[in-house]
């Protein structure tokens, strides 16, 4: 259980990082996916106000990082923060931003997974996977265990379960499982296994029309479900070198996370968001799965509105989460050893 049972969807990231201001004090954090009026921003802001020995700014768009450095480093002109471009829908922008990033830490204490597209045409990354699985899982899996061994060096000398690895995912994880048969869209609903279909509800389907197959939030759900069975699989392997996963649902917030969305889709999303938070409580959930010591516990995995809650089945499930860690290996083409690491 969280250490705060009172906190809920209206807490904001400023009050948890000054619940938690001890945890944050001295800490290496490394956020993935960073620009103004996103998420990232406003974790990195909320952090900055209590001491970290080091923030490592990670994202797409170098002037974008840039501009966020100049506002947090207006009211904290001391703190450290470093800037690195790393492409998560590139394998080569990832090898290459990790060996940054490797340089320029000797640990990582948090590392947050926060970058994420959501997209309404079938596009492609470089290595041609369905953008969304490439970049809101595929880059942030390759990424983590490049920077595997900086993850274990911090856990060595720090209480076991306070290195945490935190993917942000998303309520939408409900829309759909791993797509395993065919994982970037090449094929119509009726011709994958059934479990592998997508949520169904009376009046509302996520087919795609006839003659398509691609099924944009499909798809993003599927990538969320992606990033909540890389928490599992984390927690149930590196428990032993004392590092801890957590999946976070921020809330319904609005940032340029819709910005590829059309008319359409776009009153889709303005209809799932009951409660709209601000960017500050949308923040709130990733931060305590960062710093709240109660959930050293590798059966935490997954956080809404602060508190622990219970994702669906199909994210929840150990050989889903094997099967997931599998296939990623072999889409990536490296094989990562956690017991190895552990070891190291
Ligand atoms: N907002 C919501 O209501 C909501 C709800 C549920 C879950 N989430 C999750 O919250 C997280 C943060 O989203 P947000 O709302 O803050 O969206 P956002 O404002 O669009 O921020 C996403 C960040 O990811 C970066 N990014 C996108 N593609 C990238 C790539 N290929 N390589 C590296 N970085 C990349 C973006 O950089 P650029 O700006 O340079 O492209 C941006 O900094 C996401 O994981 C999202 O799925 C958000």
New binding site residues.
Partial sequence: MASHPEYDQYTTATEVARAFSEDVRGKTVVI????P????ESMTTALAAHSPSLVLLA???KA?IEQVVTKVKADHPTLRLEIVE????SFDSIRKGSKIINDLVDRIDILIN????VMTTHAFTREGLELQFG??HI?PFLLTNLLMPKLVRAAQSSATGSTRVIN?????HMISPIRFSDHSFHKRPEEIPAEERPMSRPGVSFDPPPGETYAPFVAYGQS?TANILMSLYLNQHLSGAGIQSIAT?????????S?NLDEKHLSIIEKT?GFWKDLDQ?SATTLVAALDPNLADPKVIYLSDCQVAKPADWASDGRAAEQLWKLSEDIVGQQFDLAAACRL
């Fill in positions: 993935v996916g960073v620009s009026q996103s998420l990232g994202s797409r768009t974008k790393v492409d998560l829908s926060n970058a994420a597209v970049t809101n880059g942000v995912t998303s309520q939408g969320k649902h921020p809330g319904s917030i609005w940032t340029d996370l910005r968001g949308g």
